[in-house]
């Protein structure tokens, strides 16, 4: 019997499982899901549908920390690529259409792509701190936004753009489909292709992996193109779902959740080993404490403080400091599964 | 300058043992060093050199042994402490501050001031004084980083000789000076030694020791083979003390495939030059060949290994594989044509620590492939398996990460790692260093097995007995070229020492 | 060490014009020059382009005051990047501080309790952020992203919304021009410039200092020296923290209101600031008068901006270039300084 406590998602689960529970006993209408029209409503499906943002952000930032680098224009290249599609439907003669819509999402996520390549060229090629690289990026994009869009918030109208964080597929919200989609995807190359294992093996030991021949400079910049284009993604929904453009409001601080969801689902900062598993958990524990703060009264506005206390709380855990002083307790095992068996998505 | 010997040494180490887990890095050492002396410590890589130093320094602490000095037994817990008790050391990497003034360099910590406020112009006098008492003349208010590293090194001395020092430790100060910078520097040597100083002079340039130092603490393996008067020690006797073995336990044995005289060559080297220190090599390396490559520390083994596998490039020179000219730019292009490397630094350069048994054999393999024509899982473990199994790898779990198992054990990763690409020709540095006697003579044999299935070999140890019993031919390198090209039945040990040490015999 | 005896050997050459020799002492300060070079060339574009309307005693004095809370920002980031750190969390800061000032007077606390238990609120979170970095081993970015979202939380706690602050001691920092002709000078302004001044000062001129210049260059080789690394780098997120309380007392008096939301981004302002004045992310490398021409630099592309009625956008498009400019120019110097080695 392997102790189940030490796997690396133990923590992160019961974290969320504890939320969970507390939310069901606080109120208990937290659990219950009611049907109308066929479609399914409630508290934990907003949690679903409200995080697909944060779930792509978190996704993408999971891959480049894996790669020992860390993309701070998320929330930019949101705004961006929110501000080209609602510009691309506002500009054209008709906003209803899906052809249109279609055009605008594809066109925004190119954007973003070029803006992920961008980081990437950075990182990999011209060798800069991937802090400072995405600094560049986060402080101008927000200026590209604002110009795209004129310096105003562009509203439109049309249905099909608001099906995208709005609607309904079948009896659960599109944006969870959108979601599923991303982790789905992630974990299929994951499996499917080598991308995995070689993106750890960068982040290990870069001049080991290079002596083996490893492509790392294409590994680097992939990942950081794969971040752009998923916060480009996360900017499509956002702007669906408030259905403008807010170069300002989009995005912000998306960064540093995504980070946080990161490091709360057990990847090391230092990069390497990651878990897309464990991501998706520490996505969901966000939102689920972030639904909680709101229903305990808490402003919204207020609700940094908690997150600063459990960023505070997960650092320092992880610090060798406290580690060296619980002994054996947090060790982490050497993992007993071959990587990509422990790579199940958990689909909530 | 041995005058001192008989009187109480300044320094004393008795019984000194550093472990690292169950490994003694430094077992039962003694070692001593008197006032006004230059004192060498020599030895292969992994001897005890620097842990020996590290204990004096106040870097390690001791497991077992006591420290003397002045005959007052002391221990220090940091760097800091050693120092204030008059033990200065200067490392081979510069441990100073480039972005800082000289004159900070020197004097920061203990920097003069005047009413609280730190005065730039007292310490640029005082640094000055330093630095002129040296013979130095370098301006103390310019920046560190804007001297050559060998100023730089002449820097580090003035800092660590600005106190009242009694012993003062050189960790290799010499590898990346010149000519005439090493000349300055024994200058300064001599005139510390003539005020009293004890100096501690490390190098693995024979030369330098041979020049400078009065008595040499041989270390071999972590224990003390013996101290000696430089005078009165030949040369190569001194190699031989330090590569240990004695000729008479030895045994050569030639495959059979080494009796055929003309193998077709299958990769060549002209004429390569290559940074730092590879001048003018010419290899040649028949298929089936195991080449032994022989030298001592710095002789440019490493280098001539980087430079023939991509992981380093040329500076001068063309290497063809049958006969074309091929760019070796990187790793991943030597792989693909068939060339691989096992780095000697097994930990940073080789296994990836974290990355489990069966990733790491795959890794190459895969990343040859390219990333979207995945080994399926299956297939993976089978490659895995059937590579734990002929190395013999333990434990033969192949979801542990790598950087749990033995010294031994993990160079049979890499080396499977590198096997499983079906590659032409291996060059292994050093693959049998800090592997216990067991795996080394598996690993001995499994590159005489690989060579006698047509693979080509480069084979560098330090040790040349096992250069001489796995290599049909030894290429010998000193100081960057190399000197002679031979085959193994044509020598003996001794005859391959007296190679590796120096043609100057005389000079011992 | 009596024996001077021995003549000084020629061989190792000194740097023989004063050219040479002023490099070879200054070469850390060729990107504040850059800095200054770029803040004539826009003064001087202005100038021209505006045909003599821009360079006047009104704006000068104006480019100050505008900036005095970001200049009182940069001051501490210099300290932080100077060891190789990084601080997210000064703009939240100086909303906190600010915010928790206004509510402090709006119930009656005097002003010499509310101003110091400012100071102190971010001199607290500034220490929380350097023990997290020291003492936790915790990225200096992780650790002072907690503090980004604690101060901004907290900012709210204390109000949701904005508080006007009618205290004359405060609003009299910000209204009191002393005047030299068409120049003036705010108290604001005043706080501001002594920040700089005690920053050089402390940087130069004390062991403190040194020492934060030595973690920046290597902090191994810092501890090798004897100098005492973890309470200097502490205490540069404790003076970083500091600053961001100071800043709040200034936006606080400029803008006659506490407001949980100031500063939004004003960290990356600031940290663009400190990087165009020539200071290098990578640490150890830097000055806070060149902090003090990346604050002019920034001002002054604000005001060219509203001059010309182009959109604020591309301010933030111009700095986001000018940053890549300078990262660029330092990783080249990096890399040859990396060459040389």
Known sequence: MTQIWKHRLFWPLAALITLIVVNSVARPRFLTITVRDGQLYGALIDILRNSAPLMLVALGMTIVIATRGIDLSVGAIMAVSGAVALTVIDGSNDPGNLGTVLVAVVVAVLVALVLGAWNGFLVAVLGIQPIIATLVLMLAGRGVALLITGGFITTVNSAPFSYIASGYLTVLPFAFFISVAAIAALALVERRTALGV??????????????????????????????????????????????AADANAAGLFIELYAILAVVLGGTSLAGGKFSIAGTVVGVLIIQTLGSTILFLGVPSAQSPVFFAVVVVVVVVVQSPRVRRALGSMTRRRPSTTAPDQERTKVAA | ?????????????????????????????????????????????GAGKSTLIKAITGVLALDAGTLRLEGREMSFATPQEAQRAGISTVYQEVELLPNLSVAENILLGREPRSRGVLSQRLMRARAGEVLRDLGLDVDPASLLGSHPVAVQQLVAIAR????????????????????????????????????????????????????????VTVLRDGKLVGEYLTRQLLRIDLVHKMLGRDASDFKTRHREAAEEPDAPVFLSARGVDAAPGIRGADVDLGEGEVLGVAGLLGSGRTELARALTGVSGLDAGVIRIEGQAVDLDSPRKAISLGVVYSSENRRSEGVLQDLSVLDNITLSVQAHRGVFRRIRPARQRELAQSWVEALGIRPADLDRPAGTLSGGNQQKVLLARLLALAPRVLVLDEPTRGVDVGAKVEIQNLVGELADNGLSVVFISAELEEVLRVGDRVAILREGRIVETLASADMTVDSLLALVASPDEQEG | MSTTTTTPAVRVERASSPVESFLARHAAMIPSFAAVVILVLLLAGAEAFLRGDFITARNMSALLLDNAYLLILAVGMTFVILTAGIDLSVGSVMAFTGILGAQLLVSGIPVWIAVPAMLAGGAAIGLLIGVLVQYFNVQPFIASLAGLFLARGLAFVVSLSSIRVEEPGVLWLQQTRFRLGDWYLTPTGIIALLTVAVAVFVLHLTRFGRTIYAIGGNEQSARLMGLNVARTKVAAYVISGFCGGLAGLALTAYSGAGYPRNGIGTELDAIAAVVIGGTLLTGGRGYVLGSLIGVLVFGTIKTIISFMGAEQAWMQIIVGALLLLFIVVQRVIVARSERRR
């Open chain 2, 160 to 215: 660590a000789i600005s106190t009242e020092v009694r012993v003062l430790v050189l960790d290799e100060p010499t590898s990346s000076l010149d000519l005439d910078e090493v000349a300055e520097l024994f200058r300064i040597i001599r005139e510390l030694r003539d005020r009293g100083v004890a100096i501690l002079f490390v190098s693995h340039f024979l030369d330098q020791v041979y020049e400078i130092c009065d008595r």
């Open chain 1, 198 to 243: 070689l993106t750890e093996a960068v982040g290990i030991n870069p001049e080991a992996s290079r002596l083996a021949g490893v492509r790392s400079r294409g590994i680097v910049w992939g990942a950081y193109i794969l971040s752009g284009v998923l916060a480009g993604v996360a900017g499509v929904i956002y702007a669906s779902n408030i259905k």
């Open chain 2, 1 to 45: 300058m041995d005058g001192a010997v008989g009187a109480q040494p300044l320094l004393e180490l008795t019984g000194a043992t550093v472990r690292f887990g169950a490994d003694a890095a430094l077992d039962d050492v003694s070692f001593r060093m008197f006032p006004g002396e230059v004192h060498s410590l020599m030895g292969e890589n």
